[in-house]
């Protein structure tokens, strides 16, 4: 299992507990401010939604938060209105243990649609992470809100702010149902940086726009995505109150870093996955072309079988740019998979090259892919997964 360790950051604690959702493995997460913090949100544009996706979204108008909790194994989508009673609840029973108001606190819920949450395991279950609650208690709360990922991620980032340090710490689940609409997955972002809650707001949407969004395991958007970021002003660092001037841009850097650190650790634990994949589109006509080029290649599955099998079949690449009616110059386009071109000048690059492409594929667990239209100056990228023969095992059992 692979688990990082994660600095603790003044005035959060986190916790992650068993409490009987899932068969033994840890189920329910809490992450506590212990003071009010400026907390901003991004969330899923699917037309289904979960509950949790609903308070929250709800709740942050406000734009402040004390605590968030959530579980992993149910969740909580397509319920009713028992779905947002019992997400409700959630927040009743940790605004009860915390003592703070219930409408301080966030929800999320991940893991099989259509089910009821236990109410009575998850009411034991927050009382039993409020207990275990630790100023290092992140990791264990990045555990908790894994389902079927393989190892739990999480990241952080120090820096100085006005001569005092600041930490940014973030956590993130998501190896299935991946690709951000924003956003993808479940993450949750704390720092003891002081900033206004308009503020964090714009930086939560730069920067997801620029790290979770760009990342794609298989094409679907999950009905519980969010993202959020909470800031609680511990450090003692000034307040943050608008973009431009120099700390502002070193916290979005900081919040950047480990946004993009959590993206690529999503695409990397994808569902079955052996490689991690950045596909990287130059020389397009427009921003909208280059984005559209990056996400056909990365969601194509005859690209990503491809990658899987270490076969370096640029036609698949082509074909799938071509047919999302990208504009390009072929007579200028190039291919290159793990640094060796294989197409260019409107042919192959011949046997030789593809045979050394082959080999980087097949030697290597992360692959870059690199296309070059030639239509213009605008460029985008993604990180994805191979396709293997587990992601179809995973899926086909999820529920069973």
Partial sequence: MKVSAVPGVRGFRASGVHCGIKVSDPDLALIVSDRPAAAAGVFTRSTVVGAPVELSRERLRGGRARAVVVNSGVANV????????????????????????????????????????????????????????????????????????????????????????????????????????????????????????????????RVCDDTFNRVSVDGETSTSDSVLLMANGASGAARLSAAGGADAERFEGAVHAVAQALAMELARDGEGATKLVKVVVGGAWSAAQARSAARRIANSLLVKTAIFGADPNWGRILQTVGAGRVRLDLASTRIRLCGVTVFRAGASAGPAARKRAAARLAERDEVEIVVELGAGNHSDRVWTCDLSTDYVRINAEYTT
């Fill in 78 to 205: 397509a319920m009713g209105e028992r779905g947002l009673r019992d997400a409700r609840r959630m927040t009743d029973y940790a605004a009860g243990e915390l003592g703070c108001r219930p409408d301080e606190v966030l929800v999320a819920s991940t893991g099989v649609i259509g089910e009821p949450l236990p109410m009575p395991k998850i009411k034991r279950g927050v009382a039993m992470a409020a207990e275990a609650l630790s100023e290092d208690g992140l990791s264990a709360a990045a555990e908790a809100i894994r389902t079927t990922d393989t190892f739990a991620k999480v990241a952080s980032k120090r820096i100085r702010l006005a001569g005092r340090m600041v930490t940014v710490a973030g956590i993130a689940k998501g190896s299935g149902m991946i690709e951000p609409d924003m956003a993808t997955m479940l993450s949750f972002l704390i720092s003891d940086a002081d900033a206004t809650s308009p503020y964090l707001r714009g930086v939560l949407r």
